[in-house]
């Protein structure tokens, strides 16, 4: 493990945490080095940019860099890794998949067993179809209901995140408040007639509601991360319940994205966990198990869109690795893992409630600011208490130097600060988290920073 460097005099804790890194991790800044002069992309970072680090194996919930050093991964694949890092069972599936081959022109047979385990997650999973990432799930269940529906516009919810195709790219801009949201792109190269085809609603405000209800005429669908992956409330099964209401009154597709909490809340996901079902759903991350995967699922009558693109109402879609059979081994044997021991959701969501609630009860009795959000095991420290607002705010610079530190302690918290609980993490590791945290505030109050 990790540890903090003996602050010298006239030096802050901050920079000997930072000179720590940089003399621990050698091989990987001279990676990012190299790198730089060939691939184009930014080392993701927020507050204080800690050096970059780069990962020469992982296993269960540990991963070491080029350095030799072993870290605490919190991030596990964006939250992919619900068994752990090369858990048994999948990395046994894919040994087998490559003795018979990893990719095809044509379907292989775990695809019928894959797309009927999809199936049990939910009751208005009545068809399935295979894409590559959640990215192009949500594309497709979007071209969908606008093929379906014959009209263009979308109503997404602020913060929410659903891949990185134009219509998913936008976001409340300066000026927004929590009642009435001014959109902007993420990012240029986005036509203005996107932002137009775009209704952005506040989440878990009535007054997104009374939107719905009042362009009703002009959406396609309403597309909802259940329970946002920037923002980890859990008590939000009443507003999604006003949902699925209300769009069953209008007559409006409703769209889960579950890319996120698909299999990762429950084996049935948000949709399980809340009692509502969608009309159409998306998935990827864990159902993949670990490997690249996008997933549109729903009802019949809604899926026949998927049938011939030069049908009433069909859309066209493909993929040259659409439900190739190394992310369909990986993906079914993880299924199979986790339908069969549901004890594991319940384990891991009590670490995270533990983390959470000893954290922030520490936080109330030193006066700190920071404050544990979760939803079963996903979790995220937050620093402020509101999602909405701009990029800046008061306190980044506390929030970047605590971060520095947890890493330097050998905890790993990505730079989006999304963090999820596997099987493969334990009571110790919940140990050290808090331990971590506690000391890492510590050192963030004593360099003046809160």
């Known amino acids: 493990m990790a540890q903090t460097a003996l602050k010298h005099p006239g030096t802050s804790h901050l920079e000997e945490a930072q000179q720590a890194l940089r003399a621990r991790t050698r091989r990987s800044q001279q990676m990012a080095s190299d790198r730089a002069e060939v691939i184009n992309g930014a080392m993701a ?188 409330e859990a008590e939000v099964g009443e507003f999604l319940q006003a949902l699925r209401s209300l769009c069953d009154d209008l007559g409006l597709i409703l769209i889960f994205d579950e890319v996120l909490t698909g299999f990762r809340l429950d084996f049935g996901g948000a949709q399980k966990r809340y009692g509502v079902e969608a009309d159409l759903t998306t998935y990827g991350k864990i159902a993949g198990g670990g490997l690249p995967i996008g997933v549109v699922a729903g009802r ?38 986790l339908r069969a021991d549901p004890e594991i959701y319940r384990r891991i969501g009590r670490l995270a409630d533990r983390v959470r609630d000893e954290f922030n009860t520490f936080c109330v009795g030193q006066g700190y600011p920071p404050r544990i959000k979760s939803c079963g095991s996903m979790w995220q420290v937050f620093f402020r208490d509101e999602p909405l607002g701009g990029f800046d705010y008061a306190g980044k610079e506390a929030e970047g130097a605590f971060y520095l530190h947890c890493l330097n302690m050998g905890v790993f918290i990505h730079a989006t600060h999304r963090c999820f609980f596997s099987a493969a993490h334990t009571e110790a590791d919940a140990d050290r988290v808090i331990a971590v945290f506690k000391a890492a505030l510590e050192l963030v109050r004593e360099d003046g920073l809160l």
């Not at 080029?66 to 048994?88: A, E, K, S, W």
């Not at 899926?303 to 439900?323: C, K, N, W």
Request: aromatic letters at 8%; a negative charge; glycine letters at 10%.
């Open 45 to 232: 970072a927020s507050g204080i940019a800690p050096p970059p680090i780069f990962v020469a194996k992982n296993q269960g919930a540990m991963f070491e860099d080029l350095d030799g050093n072993t870290y605490l991964d919190t991030c596990m694949g964006f939250g992919v890794h619900i068994l752990g890092h090369r858990p048994p069972s999948v990395e046994s599936a894919l040994r087998d998949q490559l003795t018979k081959g990893w990719h095809y022109s044509l379907r292989g047979e775990d695809q019928l067993a894959f797309a009927n385990m999809i199936l049990t997650a939910s009751p208005a999973n009545e068809r399935v179809v295979l894409a590559n990432t959640g990215t192009e799930a949500t594309l497709y269940a979007i071209r969908a209901a606008r093929a379906l529906s014959g009209r263009t516009k979308i109503a997404l919810f602020d913060i929410s995140y659903h891949g990185a195709h134009d219509t998913a790219l936008i976001w409340p801009g300066p000026g927004s408040t929590a009642e009435q949201l001014a959109p902007m792109t993420l990012g240029h190269g986005i036509p203005d007639c996107v932002v137009s085809d775009v209704l952005l609603l506040p989440y878990r405000s009535p007054r997104a509601l009374e939107q719905i209800a009042e362009h009703a005429h002009e959406l396609a669908a309403v597309l909802v991360e259940p329970v946002q992956g920037s923002w980890p």
């Open 300 to 337: 019949a009558n809604l899926m026949a869109a998927f049938s011939d693109f030069t049908g009433p109402h069909g859309i066209f879609f493909g993929g040259t690795f659409s439900g190739n059979p190394m992310s369909v081994a990986a993906g079914l044997a993880a299924l199979q893992t």
